[in-house]
């Protein structure tokens, strides 16, 4: 069974960064597409970047292009979003989810709260 984990929120002031992780394990994920999504309050889960396990091509939500950095590592299963020039904005939970292929995102992590004080 997959399992994702996400660690590395909390409470920064604008302009600040945070790096986010997701440790996954259950499986091997060479076959994987792996995701952050976030949730800001009151709104809907909205797509942030997407990563493909096996080549590392990425793409990103146009509000997050050029401030944040979506990687992996291969050797410890784990996915990691780097968060440059935060901004109130940014105020969400942030999760971690992973898909094969063209299917729906199956698998979800539990959520990190980031909140950026202006």
């Known amino acids: 069974q997959v399992q994702l984990v996400e660690s590395g929120g909390g409470l920064v002031q604008a302009g600040g960064s945070l790096r986010l992780s997701c440790a996954a394990s259950?499986?091997?994920?060479?076959?994987?597409?792996m995701a952050w999504f976030r949730q800001p309050p009151g709104k809907e889960r909205e797509f942030v970047a997407v990563?493909?396990?096996?080549?590392?091509?990425?793409n990103y939500a146009d509000s997050v292009k050029g401030r944040f950095t979506i990687s992996r590592d291969n050797a410890n299963n784990t996915m990691y979003l780097q968060m440059n020039s935060l901004k109130p904005e940014d105020t969400a939970v942030y999760y971690c989810?992973?898909?094969?292929?063209?299917?729906?995102?199956?698998?979800w992590g539990q959520g990190t709260q980031v909140t950026v004080s202006s």
């Open positions: 989810a992973a898909r094969v292929g063209g299917s729906d995102y199956k698998y």
């Open positions: 259950g499986s091997t994920f060479s076959e994987y597409l």
């Open positions: 990563i493909v396990w096996n080549s590392g091509s990425t």
